[in-house]
């Protein structure tokens, strides 16, 4: 099977914890083959176990969204994957005028997203073309067996000026080691490198601007958290990247025009290691969503 990123032959053949898998001769990338047509759609256990994880977590990812222009009041946010809605359900007690579509292919998940009162569709035909400010692909296009159709169908949703912001695990970094969480969950199929995920932006013609992938970790206390980050940011110069997280636009110029004039940090955030995370000094009141405590800062 050809490469589903640049389309070259594979020469190497392996299996990894879960799958089988081909690497591509051209761009690295790391594919698993001969899996069922549903494989990457991963179940949902526990609707509450995510949030428990990650509901503070959740909380600066939100507020980093803010600062960065990608999140309005009144935006409207189009979550693909959404799962057990752990974000959702954040994003609604710190932003209720955001209005929330998602899309959730597991059965169980989807009727839970419906009854906490969110609008979910099975597929993305139901949403509406060109209408979302914003797009969440978070840790989701490593579950898809065509990422590249999927994102050039997908960018037809955004609104003129609309971002997506999304998070995907690398399956071989730059110096080689694929000794990586990615493998440990069996619904993935796609195992990037960066050579291959950069192709793989080119191919649906966006730009990728990479946040610190930081923002994407739970932090239980601010010293070890910022000291983690700080490893993980001198491990990814030299090794290469574990994680990738970021925001695609359409264009460069598109992106420039688009972003709000009150959001000073916009462009600064577009560099990798500059964002300012004041909201990790600050004290944070607990609040409860379905039933779990996170801390909240509202
Ligand atoms: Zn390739």
Redesign the pocket.
């Known amino acids: 099977m050809d ?1 589903p ?4 032959p594979s020469n190497d053949k392996f299996a990894v914890k879960y799958v089988n898998v081909e690497k ?1 001769s ?4 790391i594919y698993a083959v001969d899996v069922a047509i549903d494989h990457g759609v991963q179940e949902m256990p526990d609707p509450n176990a995510m949030l428990r994880t990650y509901g503070t977590r959740n909380l600066r990812l939100i507020k980093f969204w803010c600062k960065f222009g990608f999140l309005g009041d009144n935006s409207r946010l189009l979550d693909f994957g959404a799962g057990s809605g752990h974000i959702l359900r954040s994003l609604t007690v710190l932003m209720p005028g955001v209005r929330i579509s998602c899309i959730e292919a597991d059965l169980t998940a989807s009727n839970f997203l419906k009854a906490q009162g969110f609008m979910t569709h099975n597929t993305l035909s139901e949403a509406t073309l060109g209408g979302y400010d914003a797009i969440l692909l978070i840790e989701l296009l490593e579950h898809l067996r065509d990422p590249v159709s999927f994102l050039m169908e997908i960018k037809k949703y955004l609104q003129p000026g609309g971002l997506i912001f999304l998070s995907t695990p690398i399956g071989e970094t730059r110096s080689g080691n694929r000794n990586l969480l990615t493998y440990d969950t069996s619904e993935h199929i796609q195992f990037w490198t960066e050579r ?1 995920f950069a ?1 793989f932006c080119a191919q649906a013609r966006m730009i990728f601007h990479p946040c610190p992938p930081g923002v994407m970790y739970p932090m239980s206390n601010l010293l070890i958290g910022l000291m983690r980050e700080a490893a993980r940011t001198i491990r990814d110069k030299i090794q290469g990247k574990r994680h990738l997280v970021g925001f695609l636009s359409i264009d460069q110029e598109n992106l420039c025009r688009e972003l709000p004039q009150s959001t000073s940090n916009a462009q600064a955030c577009l560099q990798e290691g500059s964002l300012a995370q004041p909201w990790h000094r600050q004290q944070l009141p607990i609040h409860t969503i379905g039933g779990v405590s996170v801390r909240f800062n509202k």
């Open positions: 490469c990123i640049c389309a070259k591509c051209a761009c690295g990338h291959s192709l």
